[in-house]
Every structure is written in C-alpha cells, then in structure tokens.
T-cell receptor, first 116, second 111 residues
C-alpha cells in the first residue's frame, strides 16, 4: 500500500532557529501534499496545500512567511518553520494524495516540534 | 462553514458493546467518504470507505452506513475493543476535489 514517510518524528529547537520537516511518498507520486497542525486534544488543522512545481496554497490565518512549504518533486514536500517560537510547538502531520480516491490520503506519522 | 461535521467530540463505550460514530455533511456533491483512525502522536490511518452508490460497506468489525437523503454517515464498531480507543475522523470529497475532514470524535472503549 501507499506509504508516506515523515522525518524527523521529534525535534527540539531553540527559539529563533528554523526547523525543516520532510514528507516523502515512498511508492507513489504525489502531485498534491497537505500539511496539518494538531494542538493537544484538538482536531487536525489544515495549514496548506502543496502542489508539485507551484506555490503552496495557505489556509486563512497561516503565515506563509513563517511556514515555508516547498514541493520540488513528485515525492517530496518540505515544511520549514522559520524563526520558531515556543507557540509554534505542536504536532505537524503531512499527507499525500495518490492517483485515485481509493483510500483517500496517506498520512505521515507526524513530527512533534518543541521550541524551547 | 463546516462542510463535514462530527457533532460528538467524544464518546465512551463499554468493551464488547457497539460504538456508533456519526458524521453529517452539507455538500450534496460529495460522493466518496472515508473514515480514519488516529492514535496520539501518530498520523491518521485509513479505516474504511464508502461510495455514494452504496449505502453500506463492511470490513470485519467495522461497518459504514451512508444515508444520502439525510447527508449522514455513521461508523459502527462491534464488538468494541480497548484498542479501538482513538480519534476517528470522517472525510468526504466531490469528484476531482480534495477531501474535507470533520473535526473528529474521540472514542474511549472502557474495559
């Protein structure tokens, strides 16, 4: 079945630094990937839709200059949290859309970001 | 405007009994529906799907029912097991469109 690898699974960084999270589709090409954020005991919040070779589409309220998304190939999308602050600490999840609707989107295992 | 709603944020069920998770949608163009299961600190995993040409799809202990006229679907888990404790998301899509996810329902199966 389709697999999406998300790396790293956990990261701790200092305030003011940047962190990059990678999302790879391992056995299929994903023209569209999605980035979500989940706060404790809350639902998934869609941050942006990433399309290969074009600019990401950000949801309302999400700062595109803070959360940089790059989808340079059909199997890789990256999310960079720039100048991280403690309030950026959260669980970030990516998903990828495969060629058909079949099983919907395949999700990565998530990245726990802690900014200290 | 929330197109996919899961009005119960949480549900508790005794082990061995039936769990029923509900989902309502507003977009009549939606024709494909999914349920995902999510454990803490993990990404959601696909559970079961249903197309609008069907009103029921069954996979082991999991059955999804679709009522198109009511724009309602439900996920039945029977018998419920402690390992089923998780957050369940329903999602819907129209042809050629991205999936829209509901806010999730946290299921707790009590031993």
């Amino acid at each position: 079945g389709a697999v999406v690898s998300q790396h790293p699974s956990r990261v701790i960084c200092k305030s003011g630094t940047s962190v990059k999270i990678e999302c790879r589709s391992l056995d299929f090409q994903a023209t569209t990937m999605f980035w979500y954020r989940q706060f404790p005991k809350q639902s998934l919040m869609l941050m942006a839709t990433s399309n290969e070779g074009s600019k990401a589409t950000y949801e309302q309220g999400v700062e595109k200059d803070k959360f940089l998304i790059n989808h340079a190939s059909l199997t890789l999308s990256t999310l960079t949290v720039t100048s991280a602050h403690p309030e950026d600490s959260s669980f970030y999840i990516c998903s990828a859309r495969g060629p058909g609707r079949g099983n919907g989107y395949t999700f990565g295992s998530g990245t726990r970001l802690t900014v200290v | 405007d929330q197109q996919v709603k899961q009005n119960s944020p949480s549900l508790s069920v005794q082990e061995g009994r039936i769990s029923i998770l509900n989902c309502d949608y507003t977009n009549s163009m939606f024709d494909y529906f999914l349920w995902y299961k999510k454990y803490p600190a993990e990404g959601p995993t696909f559970l079961i799907s249903i197309s609008s040409i069907k009103d029921k799809n069954e996979d082991g202990r999991f059955t999804v029912f679709l009522n198109k006229s009511a724009k309602h679907l439900s996920l039945h888990i029977v018998p419920s097991q402690p390992g089923d404790s998780a957050v369940y998301f329903c999602a819907a899509s129209a042809p050629g469109q991205n999936f829209v996810f509901g806010p999730g329902t946290r299921l707790s199966v009590l031993p």
